[in-house]
């Protein structure tokens, strides 16, 4: 169903929120700007408002940022994944109700492989892709940063503990961990890890073959420069690396600045070709 508004919507900083309907899923999605559509994708458990500093930026440069709530946040609801596969549905159904044509596609982390995934699945949908701090390995993530992750989440464990898991999973040296004590939905995170841990990456690997931004941060445990090197060799001039300084996997939180204008520099390539 095309995209309504809700009794819950919204203008405040220019700030829109839609309700777009697939089936027995309601997906919340917020909207700054207008222009060529780019869609963002939070990182594991957590939401939209990771992405508000970076979707103000590219409405600015004259973009249209959709940034959906993944179910179980904000007003999006619906069953449990089965897979990635459900994840990367409910993005093309966001861009078939707010897009007027294919959209760049722009993951942080977890939100990678919905990427790259709906790049799979539905083509005609996506432009290119956007990778922020990839797993792109093939194999699962390292149970060490799986704990530490989940560690973060938890609201119940206590503050030091979980700041020393974002400092060790998240954050480079230097950088404040503390903004993300908040903003975490464990329900959310242990849904779309069960959803991952079902679908090969083998599936999501190539992007469809679309174009590929890899925004690498330099200071990352568990997406690694040596990862980005070899996924630009294996798919060749499609890919295009861009190492973030002082970042981590927070790298949204850590230099939001610097990868809006990535984001930005690299869009408007896209829709001059």
Same mark, same amino acid.
């Given at each position: ?8 919507? %919204?203008?405040? =900083?220019? /700030?829109?929120?839609?309700? /777009? ?10 909207? !700054?700007? #207008?222009?060529? +559509?780019? /869609?963002?994708?939070? #990182? ?6 990771? %992405?508000? @500093?970076?979707?103000? #930026? ?13 179910? *179980?946040?904000?007003?999006?609801? =619906? ?24 959209? %760049? ?5 977890? *939100?990678?492989? &919905? ?6 699945? !539905? ?17 699962? #993530?390292?149970?060490?940063? !799986? ?12 503050? +030091? ?23 975490? $939905? +464990? ?8 959803? *991952?841990?079902?679908? @090969?990456?083998?599936?999501? $690997?190539?992007? =469809? =073959?679309?174009?590929?931004? $890899? ?5 990352? @445990? ?16 499609? &890919?295009?690396?861009?190492? &973030? ?20 520099? $690299? ?7």
């Amino acid at each position: 169903m095309a995209g309504k508004r809700n009794d819950a919507s %919204f203008r405040p =900083g220019g /700030v829109e929120r839609r309700i /777009v309907e697939r089936g027995q899923v309601t997906l919340d999605v917020l909207i !700054r700007g #207008s222009g060529p +559509p780019i /869609v963002l994708l939070p #990182s594991l458990g957590r939401g939209a408002a990771d %992405f508000a @500093p970076i979707a103000a #930026s590219l409405a600015q440069a004259g973009f249209r940022a959709l940034c959906p709530e993944p179910r *179980g946040i904000g007003l999006s609801r =619906g069953p449990v994944y089965e897979d990635l596969h459900d994840c990367a549905a409910d993005i093309a159904a966001v861009i078939e109700a707010e897009a007027r044509e294919p959209a %760049f596609v722009v993951g942080h982390a977890f *939100g990678n492989r &919905v990427a790259r995934l709906l790049a799979s699945d !539905r083509g005609d949908l996506v432009r290119a892709v956007a990778l922020i701090a990839a797993n792109v390995g093939k194999a699962p #993530s390292p149970p060490d940063v !799986r704990a530490a992750i989940r560690k973060s989440a938890d609201p119940a464990a206590p503050e +030091p503990e979980r700041i020393a898991a974002l400092r060790f999973a998240f954050f480079a040296p230097g950088n404040d961990p503390r903004p993300w004590l908040s903003g975490w $939905y +464990p329900e959310v995170l242990a849904a779309q890890r069960t959803a *991952g841990d079902r679908t @090969p990456r083998e599936e999501d $690997y190539a992007a =469809g =073959g679309k174009p590929v931004l $890899y925004l690498q941060p330099d200071h990352d @445990p568990l997406a690694h420069t040596e990862e980005a090197d070899a996924f630009r060799r294996e798919l060749g001039e499609r &890919v295009t690396v861009i190492l &973030v300084p002082r970042a981590s996997h927070a790298a949204i939180a850590e230099q939001p600045q610097f990868i809006s204008a990535a984001l930005i520099t $690299y869009a408007r390539g896209l829709w001059l070709r």
